[in-house]
């Protein structure tokens, strides 16, 4: 069974709260309390805002499965294949999520490394020397440039591997 730890720290395109990108889900099923099937009940934001433990969704199509706790909030996101891929945390989640003693409610100004918005998205990513995004790892703060918004507090970070798709 994989353990959680709302205490680890994060890994780029490796692991969060305890949590590694290429596990499988069989090893989450355990902590799983509700199941939804999406090719009978409709995704809705209320799937997850309802939630009261640990709900398993079937994405429709055989499209991959989503597991959402609701304390710590975390989202896992696995492949139609049941291979972990992507893992989100926001309220809850202890770990340190960037170098510097970086957390959920941290301000994204706090992170001494350069950044760069994705708009469409309201999302930050890690930037290269040549502004270049890092894959790996985001950050929701807020929405706007760094320079516009140095306050905004890190609500949620997600560690990604979309190779293992």
Known sequence: MAHLDIHAKAEIGKSLAG????????SFLPYVDQSVDGNKV???VYLALDNTGVLLFEIPNNNGYIIYFLEPKLELGFTEKGTLCDISAGAGYKGDIFEGNIKIGSRIGDIDHA?????AEDIHYLADNEGQIIEGIYFVAGGLE???NP???????????????
């Not at 949590?19 to 069989?26: A, Y």
């Not at 560690?159 to 798709?165: A, G, K, M």
Request: aromatic share 12%; hydrophobic share 45%.
């Open 19 to 26: 949590f590694t990108l290429g596990d499988k889900l069989e």
């Open 42 to 44: 409709p995704w809705t």
């Open 115 to 119: 950044l760069v918005l994705d708009d």
């Open 146 to 148: 760094l320079e516009e």
């Open 151 to 165: 306050d905004a507090i890190i609500e949620e970070v997600r560690v990604y591997n979309y190779n293992l798709i």
